[in-house]
């Protein structure tokens, strides 16, 4: 059977999170009030739209249409400051390794994630290439939980979606790989990501034994 493996982008290939809390810190600190690292959590794997809806409930504002429009963009130029300066030293620790198996293997790779800034930050870190699709914010309209993104990921690669193996650090991403029935592995703390089939804290913990074995299973 053929395989494919998807990669979420954010938390999984880079450490983007920090600079997306870093802009919706300036954020709520421009509206007036604190946003901490662990509110931060809640806004892995999920929208932009849906992080600035979060964010403005946290702080109490009320926003009129255009206001929130506003912030939208202002958060998203703060956090394209911040991709501008990336490059090959944020990917996160031994990814290339696992693409690097995976292209030698002749195994089609795909990146499924909720950002509209995926392209450029693969390109700025120089990991476009392993990639044989792309399906990203700008691709779908149901954000995970749903299946959506990983669904067209598959067909987009030409593998059933019960041969697709799923790279996720957020439950939400977790979620929708398990609904697309997909073999979901969580990147990060397990006590979080505990719907995830397999649980790794990085990639460090992962061998290329473990990823011929999904390759041949
Ligand atoms: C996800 C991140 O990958 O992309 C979220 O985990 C982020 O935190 C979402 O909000 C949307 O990203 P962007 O780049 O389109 O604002
Ligand atoms: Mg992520």
Redesign the pocket.
């Known amino acids: 059977m053929k395989k494919g493996f998807i990669f979420?982008?954010?938390?999984v290939i880079v450490d983007?999170?920090k600079y997306?809390y870093l802009a919706w810190q300036k954020l709520a600190h421009e509206l007036g009030f604190e946003f901490t690292k662990q509110q931060n959590e809640l806004?892995?794997?999920?929208?932009?739209k849906?992080?600035l809806e979060i964010l403005l409930d946290i702080g109490n504002v009320n926003a009129t249409q255009q206001q929130f429009d506003h912030w939208m963009i202002t958060?998203?130029e703060d956090?394209l400051e911040y991709i501008e300066k990336m490059d090959a030293s944020e990917i996160l620790p031994d990814v290339p390794k696992v693409l690097e198996y995976l292209k030698q293997n002749d195994i089609p790779i795909a990146l499924g994630?909720?950002?509209?800034?995926?392209q450029p930050i693969l390109e700025k870190v120089g990991l476009l290439p392993y990639f044989n699709t792309i399906v990203?914010?700008n691709n779908v309209t149901k954000a995970k939980p749903d299946p959506e993104v990983f669904l067209l990921a598959a067909k987009q690669l030409g593998v059933n979606a019960s041969n697709c193996v799923v790279f996720e650090?957020?439950v939400a991403g977790v979620q929708a790989a398990n609904a697309a029935k997909m073999v979901s592995i969580g990147i990060g703390d397990d006590n979080i990501l505990s719907e995830a089939k397999f649980n790794f804290a990085d990639f460090t913990e992962i061998s290329t034994s473990f990823i011929q074995q999904l390759i041949e299973k």
């Open positions: 979420d982008l954010d938390g983007t999170a997306h806004f892995k794997g999920v929208s932009r849906r992080c958060k998203n956090y994630s909720a950002s509209k800034n995926a990203d914010g650090d957020a």
